[in-house]
């Protein structure tokens, strides 16, 4: 048993190596089958190697498992991609809605295209982008609807989300774009009946902490003890995720054992000690209640095996440690569902408890001289905070200080208010009014766990970024948890020891160094849909933005451009230069000024008008931003990259039929021998102007394809004098038909090699001042490949 924790690990390994490393499902049947024969006959041979085999044995089981169960999800679906269809089946889940769209998990039956009905049978995440009054979503009603499959994409930026893993992670194969007025409710109802019950059920649960608290502490209770933080005031959810209590408001462990423990004393003081194996089932029972109640969320699944092994360990008086029960109930899960160990939740909650259960003893050995009331909770709350410090900077870039004594402070009062929430449900179910007084028991402590956090996280220096540190500095962390879990001491402390540190010191002080001089510049054209985003990196390693913004991706600051930022290590944004003020090009911008320095803002000096660019002018005067106006023939010089301004010019352009388009700075990127064109959203009258002044002995390398890759901008003699080798168009999903053919056409015929944004993810144009590179993002599509 002992070996369990490493299976578990390896297994995992297996399944998170599985979309990257790309094996045909019936290669790695072959090699785990023999592996399998080689661990049975050198375990019969008593051979050493038997273990290290028996790891790459479960290794493989794992990339596998999770192969195959990408491929259950995704194989019926690819005969339909692309196509419209006619689909029969019943919604299977039901998240928060959007202003502008119906979401629902659609479980498809079967669909009917080009005369022909085919079983289907797998899950997809429909979107209806129109207000359907002829049906509101619920689980398990059956629909028949049409509409057009598209399978999900994997990361498109380097740091960025990956959406196809996030869609298995669910349990969906693809996604459906539903065809306005073509829904019909069917008689009936479909789906699990225990899952219908129980989400109606958690429906009048939500009605009844509506009715009974206030709508700040209804929302909060709501999260708190159901897990339903879209519930949650969108404030008060901001603070619980900043100062390091998002934990509260998601069901996972703690919850759990709050309401193991509640079940455990009610029942063993209605039955007594006599009856103690009735109390542990009534408590098994209770808990895998309110697991369904509380939606089935992966950690909730954990903290209840976790929990059910543990009672079943002390009952048979065996001798079980806490890790080998998390290890179990890991493996457990990720056998049965691979796919969950890609949720943020899962990887959460069993960092968290690993952590507490390593780490915690150790820690309260540190705080012995504390009162023990004191030191147990602290140490748990500390080493929780520890294992979880690479996934917060990974995935959230930021910590907060008091994230520990807030926790010590937070979760006991929590405890009380699940459990008389908890037990108002089962008399609010009986009769409403009957849940009132418990309500109002805890209305006190929702009230003050709602208030302070709030009011904590707006103190300045509550909330701290996460340095972006080189994976080397967090591989060093990591041995630092290992070696604080394995008990041992670094006293004495002997000249070998000395030494192994100092090298240690050494090697991550020069590997956070930027190396002078040996740098090349880059230029990233991010993909962000239908938008622009332009990262440009000089040899020192300084950052400049060429707008950041899309009409396409909601948030795009916040979940494509500080995500990607953080990738690189930036810590700060030289400038930030705007072509043109479309929020296409600026919508991102607000989120980047807000979360890093800012050197300068600089831009043509327009205004489009709008509410949301008046916001952006107003940080940057807020931040004390310098602000720069500039037109045709400015000039910026940094780290030996020279930024010329060819557009506009110092009288606008009048009359041209998008003026701000057509004023959008033109701007010629050049490092040595290379150069490359960045044109904006400049139309024909812009660029004839571009044309009539360029340089004819200057050539570039790479053209930013103006406009999104809009008709009748380029000219065939313009191409040919800046002699551009290769395109890049930043462009997604739109109504304008971007790209369009005649430009496609027009690259084409004069040999220039095509980028685009919404084929190949983002595109890196790379130069060390004599050669230049240009490579897509390699994504790697998590679609499984099958041998026929």
Known sequence: MAVLPVITIVFAAGILLAPRVQVPEAALIVFCLAAL??????????????????????????????????????KPLQPLAGKSAVFRGYICEVPPQEAEKTSFSFYIQEASAGGRTVSVHTVVQASLYASPEEFVPTYGLPLRLRGI???????????????????AAKGCGGVLI???????????????????????????????????????????????????????????????????????LSVSGMHVGYAAAWALFIFSRLFGRRLLAVSYLLAVAAVACYILLAGGKPPVWRAALTFSLALWARRTDREKTGLQLLAASAL??????????????????????????????RLEQFFARLPRPVAGPLAVALSAQLALLPLQAAYFGSFSLL??????????????????CLCSLPAGFLWPPLAAPLCWAALPLVTVLDRVPRLLAGLAGAVSSLPALPPLWWAVYLAALCFLASGRRLRPLTGKKVLALLVVCNILLFSALPVQGRGKLSLTFLDVGQGMAVHLATPAGRH??????????????????????????AQKAEFIILTHPHADHYSGMHAIATAL?????????????????????????????????????????LDGVQIRFLSPPAAYLHGTGDDLNNNSLVLLVSY?????????????????????????????????????????????????????????????????????????????????QIYRTDLHGAVTVASDGRSWSCRPFPAVSYLPLIWI
């Open 597 to 637: 320095p800012v050197g300068a803002f600089i831009s043509n000096g327009q205004h489009e008008g709008t509410e949301t660019y008046a916001q952006l002018l107003g940080l940057l005067a807020e931040r004390n931003i310098p602000v720069h106006t500039v037109t045709a023939g400015w000039k910026l010089s």
């Open 37 to 74: 024969f080689a661990v049975i006959c050198l375990f019969l041979m008593q051979k050493k190697p038997a273990a290290a085999v028996l790891l790459l044995l479960f290794c493989s089981l794992g990339m596998l498992s999770c192969r195959l169960s990408i491929l259950q999800l995704t």
């Open 544 to 569: 400049v933005l060429i707008d950041a913004g899309s009409n396409t991706i909601k948030n795009v600051g916040e979940n494509v451009l500080l995500p990607y930022l953080r990738r690189r290590r």
């Open 332 to 361: 457990a899960l990720l056998v049965v569902r691979p796919l969950w160990l890609f949720q943020l939740s899962f990887q959460l909650s069993y960092t968290a408890t690993a952590g507490i259960l390593l780490l915690s003893p």
């Open 403 to 420: 994230a520990v004594p807030l926790n010590l402070l937070c979760v006991p009062p929590a405890g009380v208010v699940i459990g008389l």
């Open 149 to 167: 499959i598209n399978l999900p994409s994997g990361r498109r930026n380097p740091g960025g989300f990956d959406y196809a893993l996030y869609l």
């Open 672 to 752: 040595g021998n290379f150069s490359c064109l960045v044109t904006g959203d400049a139309e024909a009258a812009a660029m004839a102007g571009v044309e009539q002044e360029w340089d004819g002995g200057r050539t570039v390398q790479v053209l930013q394809v103006p406009h999104h890759g809009s008709r009748a901008v380029l000219s065939a003699a313009f191409l040919d004098r800046i002699g551009a080798e290769a395109a890049v168009i930043s462009v997604g999903k739109n109504s304008f038909g971007h790209p369009h053919p005649e430009t496609l056409e027009l690259l084409s015929a004069k040999g220039l």
């Open 178 to 248: 539903v065809t306005p007025g073509t829904v019909e409710v069917l008689p009936g109802r479909c789906g699990n009946p225990l899952i219908a019950f129980f989400t109606h059920l958690r429906s009048r649960a939500l009605s009844l902490f509506a009715t009974y608290l206030p709508p700040a502490e209804a929302g909060l209770a709501s999260g708190m003890v159901l897990g339903q933080p879209a519930e949650v005031e969108e404030a008060a959810s901001q603070a619980y995720r900043l100062l390091g209590l998002a934990h509260l």
